[in-house]
C-alpha cells in the first residue's frame, strides 16, 4: 500500500500537448455555429422555415472567414508553424484553402437560404450540416497528420450524404444520397487501408515525421510502402471525381438538390485536393518518382472523359457534372508538376472555380425540377428573351469555365497550364489545351441555347384562350399551350440567389481583371515541408 | 506460442478484398453496406498488428479513431436507406435507375 503511494505521489508527470485554439480558430466558430443554429430551431419552433437559421449560418461564415483573412495577415507576418501535437499545420496553403473554403461556406449558406425559401422543412438542419461539413473541408485544408485527414474527410463527407438526399420527398435525391454514401463510404475504407499500410511502412502516421522518416531511411522493399501511398491516391481521387473514380458525380450531382450540389462541387473538390496536394507534397515529396506517373494518368484520362462526355449530354446539371470532372483534370495538372509553383496554380485554380460553380448552381437551382433534379438544356431555350440579366450572368460564368480572357477562368487555366509546361510535362499540356477547346463547345452550346430565339408564346395563348382557360371551358389544345407558356415564364431569382450571383460573377471578373493580387497570394501559399 | 504478424496482415488483407468483392459484386444494398463495415475492421485488424509489430500505441488510438467514425456513418447511412425504401419492398440497388444518362 505504502509502495504504491510512494509511486503515485513520486512517478512521472503526464504531459499534454499544447492545444492552441488559434491554430483552429475557424473550425470552432463553424462547429459553435452550427450548434446555434440547430439549436435555435429546435427551441425556438417559431424560427423554422423562416431566413432567421440562414441568417445565423451566414453569420457564422463570414466570422470564420474574418477569421481565416486575420490567420492570412499573421501568416504573412510570422510564418507558418505546427500545433497540437504537429497534428494540424498553418502554412500559406491551409490558409488560402481556409480563406477559399469560408468564402465558399458563406455563398453556400447564401445559396441554402434561397433554396429554403421555398417553405421547406428543415431549415435549421440544412444550415448546421452545411456549417459542419466546412468545417470537415478546413480540417482537411489544415492537416498535419492522417488521422486528422480521414477525420476531416469523413465529418465533411457524412454530412454532404445527408445534403445530397435533402429534398426528401424526391427519390431522385434519395437514389444519389445512397450512391454518394455506398461509393464515399468504400472510398473511405480504400484511403484508410492505405493509412495503415503507409503507418505499418514508416511507423508513423504524422505527415512531417514520415517525411522524416523517408527522408532519412532507404526501403529497399517498399511494397507495402507503395502500395498504401496507391490506395490513399485512389480514396482521394473518388472524393475529387478523377476518372476512372468519378462515376457517381453525374447521377449525384443530377439527383441532389441544387444548392447542395453548389456548394458540395466547391467545397469538397478544394479539400480533396487539399488532402491530396498535402499528402504527396509534404509527405512523400521522395516518392515523387513513383506518384507522379499516376497523376499523369489519372490527369490526362480525367481531362478527356470529362470534356467528351460533358459534350453528349442534354441535361445541365449532368454536363455541369461533367464540366467539374474535367476541372478536376486541371487541378491536378499543377499536381502533377510536384511543383511549388504547380500547387500555388492548383489552389489558385480551385478558388477561381468555387466562385464560378456556386454562383452556376444559384442560378440554376431556379430552373430545377425538384421531383427529378433535372434541368433539360431545352428549359433554357429562349431564356435570353425572357430573362436579359440572369441569361447574361449565366453566359458569363459559362464562359468563364471555359476559360474566357478577362475572367478568373483563363488566369487559372493558364497559370495550371504554364505549371504544366515548367515541369516539362509537354504532353500533358497538350492534352489540357485539347480538352480545353472541347469544353468550350459545351459551355457556348448552353450559351447558345440560352440566346436561342425562344418558341412562340404570345401567339399559341391569345387573349380568348385565357379567358377561357379561367372559366373552364378550356379546349384540350388551348390547356396545353396555357402549360408550354407557364413553362416559358420569366423566372425569378431569389435575393439570396441575387447576391451569391453578384459575388460569383464579381469575384470571377473582378479578379480576372487585375489578377495580381490572389496570384501573389497563392505564391505565398506555400506547404511546409 | 506465437504467431507471427505477417498471418495477422494477410488474415486483414484477405477480410479487405473480400469487402471490396462484395461492394462490387452484391446488389443488395444492405450487404453492400456490412462488406463497407468488413472493410473498415480489416482496416482495424490491420492497425493493431502494426501497432503491436512497431511496439507503438499509436495505431491502436487510430482503431478508436476508426470506431466511431464508422458508427456515425452506419447512423447516416442506415437513415438514407430506411428514408427510401420506406415505400418498397426490398433494398435492392438495381431498383435505383432512374438517375443515368
Excluded at chain 1, 474574418?66 to 504573412?76: K, P, R, V, Y
Excluded at chain 1, 501535437?85 to 468564402?103: E, N, P, Y
Excluded at chain 1, 472541347?438 to 380568348?464: D, M
Amino acid at each position: 500500500m505504502e509502495h504504491l503511494l510512494a509511486a503515485i505521489a513520486t512517478g512521472p508527470a503526464i504531459t499534454f500537448p499544447t492545444i492552441s485554439y488559434k491554430a483552429i480558430g475557424p473550425e470552432i466558430i463553424l462547429v459553435v455555429g452550427a450548434l446555434v443554429v440547430m439549436l435555435t430551431t429546435s427551441l425556438f419552433p417559431s424560427t423554422r422555415g423562416t431566413r432567421t437559421p440562414s441568417v445565423l449560418a451566414a453569420l457564422t461564415a463570414l466570422l470564420a472567414f474574418a477569421d481565416s483573412a486575420t490567420m492570412w495577415a499573421n501568416f504573412a507576418e510570422h510564418g507558418a508553424y505546427r500545433a497540437i501535437a504537429s497534428s494540424i499545420t498553418i502554412d500559406g496553403f491551409a490558409v488560402f484553402l481556409l480563406v477559399t473554403i469560408s468564402a465558399t461556406t458563406f455563398m453556400g449558406t447564401l445559396l441554402g437560404s434561397a433554396y429554403l425559401s421555398e417553405g421547406r422543412f428543415g431549415t435549421g438542419e440544412f444550415q448546421g450540416l452545411l456549417l459542419l461539413s466546412a468545417t470537415g473541408a478546413m480540417l482537411l485544408a489544415s492537416a498535419g497528420d492522417l488521422i486528422v485527414i480521414f477525420l476531416g474527410l469523413e465529418i465533411l463527407s457524412i454530412a454532404l450524404y445527408v445534403l445530397a438526399g435533402f429534398e426528401k420527398r424526391s427519390t431522385a435525391s434519395g437514389e444519389a444520397a445512397l450512391k454518394y454514401f455506398v461509393l464515399g463510404g468504400f472510398s473511405s475504407a480504400l484511403f484508410l487501408y492505405g493509412i495503415a499500410l503507409t503507418y505499418g511502412a514508416t511507423g508513423s502516421t504524422n505527415i512531417a515525421k514520415i517525411a522524416g522518416f523517408l527522408a532519412s531511411n532507404t526501403i529497399t522493399a517498399n511494397g507495402v510502402l507503395l502500395a498504401g501511398m496507391a490506395l490513399l491516391i485512389v480514396g482521394l481521387a473518388f472524393k475529387v471525381a478523377a476518372v476512372p473514380f468519378h462515376l457517381w458525380t453525374p447521377d449525384v450531382y443530377q439527383g441532389s438538390p441544387s444548392a447542395s450540389v453548389g456548394y458540395m462541387a466547391a467545397a469538397a473538390k478544394a479539400a480533396g485536393f487539399a488532402g491530396l496536394l498535402r499528402i504527396l507534397v509534404s509527405a512523400f515529396p521522395t516518392l515523387r518518382l513513383d506518384w507522379q506517373p499516376i497523376i499523369w494518368a489519372l490527369a490526362a484520362l480525367t481531362l478527356v472523359v470529362g470534356a467528351v462526355l460533358a459534350v453528349v449530354q442534354n441535361d445541365l446539371k449532368r454536363m455541369l457534372a461533367y464540366s467539374s470532372i474535367n476541372h478536376a483534370g486541371f487541378v491536378l495538372l499543377g499536381v502533377e508538376a510536384a511543383t511549388a509553383r504547380g500547387t500555388s496554380a492548383s489552389i489558385y485554380y480551385l478558388l477561381a472555380y468555387a466562385f464560378m460553380v456556386v454562383a452556376t448552381f444559384a442560378i440554376v437551382n431556379s430552373f430545377e425540377d425538384r421531383e427529378t433534379g433535372r434541368v433539360p438544356l431545352e428549359k433554357l431555350r429562349g431564356l435570353a428573351s425572357r430573362n436579359p440579366g440572369i441569361a447574361f450572368f449565366l453566359a458569363i460564368l459559362l464562359v468563364a469555365q471555359a476559360g474566357a480572357p478577362l475572367t478568373t477562368g483563363l488566369v487559372a487555366k493558364f497559370a495550371v497550364v504554364s505549371a504544366a509546361v515548367s515541369a516539362h510535362s509537354y504532353v500533358l499540356a497538350v492534352i489540357a489545351m485539347l480538352s480545353a477547346v472541347i469544353a468550350t463547345f459545351f459551355y457556348l452550346r448552353v450559351v447558345a441555347v440560352a440566346y436561342a430565339r425562344g418558341p412562340r408564346r404570345r401567339s399559341l395563348v391569345s387573349q380568348p384562350q385565357m379567358a377561357m382557360a379561367a372559366t373552364g371551358t378550356v379546349a384540350a389544345e388551348g390547356e396545353a399551350a396555357v402549360a408550354s407558356a407557364s413553362l416559358m415564364e420569366k423566372i425569378s431569382l431569389p435575393v439570396e440567389a441575387q447576391i451569391v450571383v453578384a459575388i460569383g460573377v464579381a469575384g470571377t471578373v473582378i479578379f480576372g481583371i487585375f489578377p495580381n493580387y490572389i496570384l501573389h497570394m497563392a505564391d505565398l501559399a506555400k506547404v511546409l515541408l | 506460442m506465437s504467431v507471427p504478424g505477417s498471418w495477422y496482415l494477410i488474415l486483414a488483407a484477405v477480410l479487405f478484398s473480400l469487402g471490396i468483392i462484395g461492394v462490387l459484386v452484391r446488389r443488395n444494398v444492405i450487404v453492400m453496406f456490412m462488406c463497407i463495415e468488413m472493410m473498415l475492421n480489416a482496416v482495424n485488424l490491420t492497425f493493431v498488428t502494426f501497432s503491436r509489430m512497431l511496439g507503438d500505441v499509436a495505431g491502436q488510438v487510430m482503431v478508436f479513431f476508426v470506431l466511431v467514425v464508422a458508427a456515425a456513418e452506419v447512423v447516416v447511412g442506415l437513415g438514407i436507406i430506411v428514408s427510401i425504401f420506406r415505400r418498397r419492398l426490398g433494398a435492392t440497388a438495381d431498383d435505383l435507375h432512374i438517375l443515368k444518362g
